[in-house]
């Protein structure tokens, strides 16, 4: 079964109908259908509830998080194996340390991460990646 992981970026292009919006989508009917996991570290969860917050207020971050809930996506606490991951991907890599959960998350599971942040590509080596890209 396929699995993915989705990044704080995928979602908020899928809700945003931004750059790689149809490909999200695609990936959450595979999930829906059962064809498919999806994964999401809570730290990537909070990101998408902070930068909907910030840029389009508290009611909107809300409503993203309460249709984020319908979708079948496990959100994995941060315990001390994945925060172990994300710790030695942070120490290899020079990128945001939220990150580092979506990546260590994706290795874990053996799952695609899908993104389209380009801080990613520093580590493409470590898993499969499904690179958003403009399909509006």
């Known amino acids: 079964m396929r699995s993915y992981v989705f990044d704080s970026f995928a979602i908020i292009a899928f809700y945003e109908n ?3 919006a149809g490909q999200v989508q695609e990936a959450l009917e595979e999930c829906i259908r059962g064809e498919a996991q999806g994964w999401m570290s809570v730290v990537n969860w909070g990101e998408v509830f902070y930068a909907t917050a910030k840029f389009k207020g508290w009611k ?15 959100i994995v606490e ?3 194996g994945l925060t172990w991951e994300a710790a030695k991907l942070k120490a290899k890599y020079p990128i945001a340390y939220a990150d580092c959960f979506a990546l260590a998350l994706a290795k874990l599971k053996k799952a695609a991460l899908l993104t389209g942040d380009p801080e990613f590509r520093k580590t493409r080596e470590e898993v499969e990646f499904i690179w958003l890209e403009d399909d509006r």
């Not at 909107?60 to 496990?74: F, G, H, V």
């Open 78 to 80: 941060a315990d001390i």
């Open 18 to 20: 931004e750059s790689g």
């Open 60 to 74: 909107s971050a809300c409503t993203i998080i309460q249709r984020l809930e319908r979708y079948p996506i496990a």
